[in-house]
Structure formats: C-alpha cells, structure tokens
C-alpha cells in the first residue's frame, strides 16, 4: 500500500501563509507528477496545482499568483506554498501523484482562513 505523508495544515487569517508538504516515501518521486486539490464543505473537489516530472508547474486562477508548487525529488516531497491565503481558500487539501495510469491520495490537511 503507498503511503502517502501530508502536513503543514492549520488555521491562518487573512495575509497569512502556510506550506503544506506530501511526501511519499514508497514511490518513485522523480516519475511522478504531484497535482494538488482542496475540498471545502458542500463543494466539489478542485485542483488547484500540478507539477509535472520536467518541473512545468500550472495552477487554478483563483490561486495563480499566491500559491506555488514545487518538488523536491532527493526528498520524495511535494510542496505547496500559499501566500495571501483567503477566506475562500478554507478547504482540506490533497496531494494526488500520478504515474502512468496510476494515482494515489492522502488523507489530507486541514486548511482554515479565519480572522
């Protein structure tokens, strides 16, 4: 079974930053692309990030220019950086890699914009 290692959730107000990770100790990090997605209560599932093997990065456009995903292959790791976080941005967040026909989640990471 993969298993997957999410954190850097929390409570934050509006301004505030936090960096959440993935790391995946049992896969082939460099093979995979690392999308990550958020819930929030009474909405669908949103991807909000993907980063490819070759690093090309793309994001939603209700977070472009204040997220940013970025990996780390020596460490198996994911990360996503979330600048001027948002009311709106109050989810539980996923890391979803992909290899192939292939793809795995975590249980999540708890996300909460309040002031």
């Known amino acids: 079974q993969v298993e997957l290692v999410e954190s850097g959730g929390g409570e934050v107000q509006p301004g505030g930053s936090l960096r959440l990770s993935c790391t995946t100790p049992?896969?082939?990090?460099?093979?995979?692309?690392v999308h990550w997605y958020r819930q929030a209560p009474g909405k669908e599932r949103e991807r909000v990030a993907l980063?490819?093997?070759?690093?090309?990065?793309s994001y939603a456009d209700s977070v472009q220019g204040r997220f940013t995903i970025s990996r780390d292959n020596a460490k198996r790791t994911a990360y996503l950086q979330m600048d001027n976080l948002k009311p709106e941005d109050t989810a539980v967040y996923y890391c979803?890699?992909?290899?192939?026909?292939?793809?795995?989640w975590g249980e999540g990471t708890q996300v909460t914009v309040s002031s």
């Open positions: 979803n890699p992909h290899f192939r026909d292939s793809d795995w």
């Open positions: 980063i490819e093997t070759t690093g090309d990065t």
């Open positions: 049992r896969i082939t990090f460099m093979l995979v692309s």
